[in-house]
Nanobody
Framework: QVQLVESGGGLVQAGGSLRLSCAASGRTFSGFSVGWFRQAPQKERNFVAAIRWSSSTTNYADSVQGRFTISRDNSRNTVYLQMNSLEPEDTAVYYC?????????????????WGQGTQVTVSS
């Protein structure tokens, strides 16, 4: 079993930055990937970015490419999502999720483990 806990959400003005953290615990992470998803009110949950735990291979949604950076710190068992140049359209609950598969998987139902979510609000 893997446990994921997000932190770092909050309120920020458009153009600002936030860094989200996803702390992982439980089983070993060989072959594991961690993804970030987001869900705005009355909208479906969408893929944002993912990283392969062992190789740091990354994958990004087109909407965040160049603005968001996903990274991981093995010593802390933590994955980060650095979000720059935030826009009001980035407002959502952000979830981290994990699976024993490649970071190219973008459908939420391909991820088995989920955190509780953290709210990000970008004001205009």
């Amino acid at each position: 079993q893997v446990q994921l806990v997000e932190s770092g959400g909050g309120l920020v003005q458009a153009g600002g930055s936030l860094r989200l953290s996803c702390a992982a615990s439980g089983r070993t992470f060989s072959g594991f990937s961690v993804g970030w998803f987001r869900q705005a009110p009355q909208k479906e949950r969408n893929f944002v970015a993912a990283i392969r735990w062992s190789s740091s291979t990354t994958n990004y949604a087109d909407s965040v490419q160049g603005r968001f950076t996903i990274s991981r710190d093995n010593s802390r068992n933590t994955v980060y999502l650095q979000m720059n140049s935030l826009e009001p359209e980035d407002t959502a609950v952000y979830y981290c999720a994990g699976n024993y598969g490649p970071p190219t998987l973008v459908a939420p139902n391909t991820y088995r483990y989920w955190g509780q979510g953290t709210q990000v609000t970008v004001s205009s």
